[in-house]
């Protein structure tokens, strides 16, 4: 068995060295001729956690790296590789000049049919139908929280990291699966290197949407070919997952406006509170590795423990919401003292 699953996982090592590589190449040489400043800058606002104008160019050196490694590669999830590249170009306008909220969703809902039309999934029509709207969910997700530095680069990285162990070591090992999933892994590190604390480059929606349609394109594949169990991607993505969607039910719980951008996404919450950049995402990396481990563990193991672990999991999630927000409510309350002593 160990002979069998070492081809592919040393492959994936040497796709995501390669995808590294190519992908801090590509924006080296964007930084280096100030032709990232052209292409699209992130200016900020009041709603932003950064305070300088940043290149929002990270798209431009994950995605066609990550496109074309899956083109070559990976051939039988072309139509994958094909979604997320009109995605990007699609989202590189929108971030020159905008585009309506309605095209967006319109192309964002086209690749999530796509997908879930051509992966042989034995699972009925309005599955089929659930299946989809998580994909648009899951789209949009990762652009909500592409807000701090070296948080959704790191995401990535361990997200499709996790996904390319388990493609190679399931007993229903797919070594295309896997392939693809260390490109993405590769890409996301070659990203980290230039926006990690303090960012030199942010991921745009060129990059954060595309990754978003993958973790859930690649995540579906995986389950409907029988790869790993269908919890298994919400697992590997579960800190991200569970912060965007606790926040959008809050919002939507309170009447606002969910689409507007804002600064209550958890992430969020810890870097205003004097965590900070770098401190989130290393805590958000410690996250993300011990879910994904968990999850590898249970892989194997009975329907039973599967859902044992994860529902251990989402407890321990709960558990660190419910810190965050203790922690925030305390920071609020000791900036309001000031005020209220000069009344």
């Known amino acids: 068995m160990d002979i069998v699953f070492s081809v592919p996982l040393l492959s994936s090592v040497v796709l995501a060295a390669i995808a590294l590589l190519a992908c801090a190449g590509i924006l080296w040489m964007l930084l280096r001729t100030g032709l990232a400043w052209r292409l699209a800058t992130d200016i900020p606002n009041e709603r932003s956690l950064h305070e300088r104008p940043t290149p929002r160019v990270g798209g431009w050196g994950v995605i066609p790296v990550v496109v074309l490694c899956m083109l070559f590669m990976a051939p039988q999830l072309w139509v994958t590789a094909v979604c997320a590249a009109l995605l990007a170009a699609i989202s590189q306008i929108d971030d020159r000049r905008g585009l309506p909220a309605r095209v967006r969703f319109a192309a964002h809902t086209v690749a999530a049919i796509a997908v879930v039309s051509v992966v042989p999934a034995p699972i009925a029509l309005w599955l089929r139908v659930v299946v989809a709207v998580a994909l648009i969910w899951l789209t949009n997700l990762y652009n909500f929280m592409d807000g701090a530095d070296g948080l959704a680069g790191g995401m990535a990285f361990f997200g499709f990291g996790g996904y390319a162990l388990a493609a190679c070591l399931s007993p229903h090992a797919d070594a295309q699966l896997a392939l693809a999933s260390a490109a993405v892994c590769g890409a996301a590190a070659g990203f980290l290197l230039f926006n990690f604390?303090?960012?030199?480059?942010?991921?745009?929606?060129?990059?954060?949407?595309?990754?978003?349609?993958?973790?859930?394109?690649?995540?579906?594949?995986?389950?409907?070919?029988?790869?790993?169990?269908?919890?298994?991607?919400?697992?590997?993505?579960?800190?991200?997952?569970?912060?965007?969607?606790?926040?959008?039910?809050?919002?939507?719980?309170?009447?606002?406006?969910?689409?507007?951008?804002?600064?209550?996404?958890?992430?969020?919450?810890?870097?205003?509170?004097?965590?900070?950049?770098?401190?989130?995402?290393?805590?958000?990396?410690?996250?993300?590795?011990?879910?994904?481990?968990?999850?590898?563990?249970?892989?194997?193991?009975?329907?039973?423990?599967?859902?044992?672990?994860?529902?251990?999991?989402?407890?321990?999630?709960?558990?660190?919401?419910?810190?965050?927000?203790?922690?925030?409510?305390?920071?609020?309350?000791?900036?309001?003292?000031?005020?209220?002593?000069?009344?």
């Open 197 to 343: 604390h303090p960012a030199r480059i942010f991921l745009g929606d060129a990059g954060s949407i595309p990754l978003g349609f993958l973790a859930g394109a690649l995540g579906y594949w995986g389950w409907g070919t029988g790869v790993w169990p269908m919890w298994f991607p919400v697992m590997a993505f579960a800190p991200f997952i569970a912060d965007a969607s606790v926040t959008l039910a809050k919002r939507l719980a309170r009447g606002e406006k969910f689409w507007q951008a804002h600064r209550e996404h958890y992430y969020q919450r810890m870097v205003r509170s004097g965590i900070g950049h770098a401190r989130t995402a290393i805590d958000w990396y410690v996250a993300m590795a011990l879910g994904i481990i968990l999850a590898l563990v249970a892989m194997p193991r009975s329907p039973v423990v599967q859902w044992m672990v994860v529902m251990v999991w989402a407890v321990v999630l709960v558990v660190i919401g419910r810190v965050i927000d203790v922690r925030w409510r305390r920071v609020q309350s000791n900036s309001n003292l000031p005020r209220q002593a000069q009344r």
